[in-house]
Structures are given as structure tokens and as C-alpha cells.
């Protein structure tokens, strides 16, 4: 059964690094997403990605954060320079995408980024 | 704007009872309504959804439905199981636009034989 896949599972980095979370969307599907979920809060949607640009994104969603589709499978989230804020389950999700929607969202298991 | 709120977890109950986890939302227009559920280690996962005020949604035995006069959709399940153990998050969405969702805080359900 085809799956979103994240790398790494588990990241550790120094404040101030530049991080980049990958995912593997569904390859058919045409829409993709970044959520993070803070321990013990909400899980927050962060981006949305459609035909190579942000559809939508929330205000959480700052200049230190991009996405880039660099190739016909890989879904990055940047983070230029990371604060401690940061600290985070990050969950990617995509979606078929056909016109009216509610296909399914189907998600990754998650990079947990952890800033020191 | 939008908003879901769940109730606290966690919540424990043995095996074979009954399942209630509260939901409501708060929003601009007409949402659909979701739960998804997340196994220990692995992504969220879709386990029912409706649609429009009054549906049901279902699936392994699992149910909600979605009332508008309420605003809630209250997840529900006769006979919990063992395998049932997971964090369940209500979330809302709306057609069209981006479909971003919008989770509640989630709620670890525990079973224990």
C-alpha cells in the first residue's frame, strides 16, 4: 500500500542551524503538506503545496521556513535558522487532489526536530 | 476563526467498553468533520469523516455524527479493544481552497485487557 515516508524520524540540532525535513509523498498525488504539533499542543498546519508554489500557508509560517518540490518525488521543509521554538513533531500529508476534494489527507510518520 | 476543542485526555478503560470522545468546533461556514487516529509510532491516519450536518460517519466500529445545532461531532465506539490504543484527533476542513486541516489537541486512549 503506498505511504508517505518522512526523514530523518528523529533530528537534533543546534540553535541557529539550518534543518531540512524530507518527505516522500504518494507518488500520484498532487497536493502536499507541512503540519507540526508542539508536545502536549495542537496539531498546526504549517504550508500548503500546489504545482510548484504555496497555496496557502499560516502565520506560523515565517521567512525562516520554505518548501521546495526539488525533483518529481521529494517534499523539503527548510528551516533557515532554527530557534528553539522550533521544537516539534513535523508531520507531512498529501492528497490526491481531485477537483472538489475530500480525498483523503495521507500522512507521514513524522520527523521529531529537537533544538538544543 | 476556526477552531476544534477535544476532551482532556488521557483516558483509560478496560477492555470491551464504552467509547465516548468529546468534540466541538467552532467555524465561519460549513465544515466538513473528521477523526484521524495515530498508532503509536506511525503518521495519522484517516478513520471517518462526514460530510454535511447530519451524516454519520463509521468504520471499525467506530462512529460520529456531525450536528450542527451543537457544533460537535462526538467520537463513539460500543466495545473498545486492546488494539484500539491510540491518539485520536477530530479535525475540520473546508472544499475547495488549500483543504488544510485544523486538529483539536488530541486524546490518548489507553485499553487495558
Known amino acids: 500500500e503506498p505511504e508517505v515516508t518522512q526523514t530523518p524520524s528523529h533530528q537534533v540540532t543546534q540553535m541557529g542551524q539550518e534543518v531540512i525535513l524530507r518527505c516522500v509523498p504518494i507518488?500520484?498525488?498532487?497536493?502536499f503538506y507541512w503540519y507540526r504539533q508542539i508536545l502536549g499542543q495542537k496539531v498546526e498546519f504549517l504550508v500548503s503545496f500546489y504545482n510548484n508554489e504555496i497555496s496557502e500557508k499560516s502565520e506560523i509560517f515565517d521567512d525562516q521556513f520554505s518548501v521546495e518540490r526539488p525533483d518529481g518525488s521529494n517534499f523539503t521543509l527548510k528551516i533557515r535558522s532554527t530557534k528553539l521554538e522550533d521544537s516539534a513533531m513535523y508531520f507531512c500529508a498529501s492528497i490526491h487532489g481531485l477537483a472538489g476534494g475530500w480525498g483523503e489527507q495521507f500522512f507521514g510518520p513524522g520527523t521529531r526536530l529537537t533544538v538544543l | 476563526g476556526d477552531s476544534v476543542t477535544q476532551m482532556e485526555g488521557p483516558v483509560t478503560l478496560s477492555e470491551e467498553a464504552f467509547l465516548t470522545i468529546n468534540c466541538t468546533y467552532t467555524a465561519t461556514g460549513y465544515p466538513s468533520l473528521f477523526w484521524y487516529v495515530q498508532y503509536p509510532g506511525e503518521g495519522l491516519q484517516l478513520l471517518l469523516k462526514?460530510?454535511?450536518?447530519?451524516d454519520k460517519g463509521s468504520n471499525k466500529g467506530f462512529e460520529a455524527t456531525y450536528r450542527k445545532e451543537t457544533t460537535s461531532f462526538h467520537l463513539e465506539k460500543g466495545s473498545v479493544q486492546v488494539s484500539d490504543s491510540a491518539v485520536y484527533f477530530c479535525?475540520?476542513?473546508?472544499?475547495?481552497?488549500?483543504?488544510?486541516?485544523?486538529f483539536g489537541k488530541g486524546t490518548k486512549l489507553t485499553v487495558n485487557p
Open positions: 479535525a475540520l476542513s473546508y472544499q475547495g481552497g488549500s483543504e488544510k486541516l485544523v
Open positions: 507518488s500520484n498525488h498532487l497536493y
Open positions: 462526514a460530510t454535511k450536518a447530519d
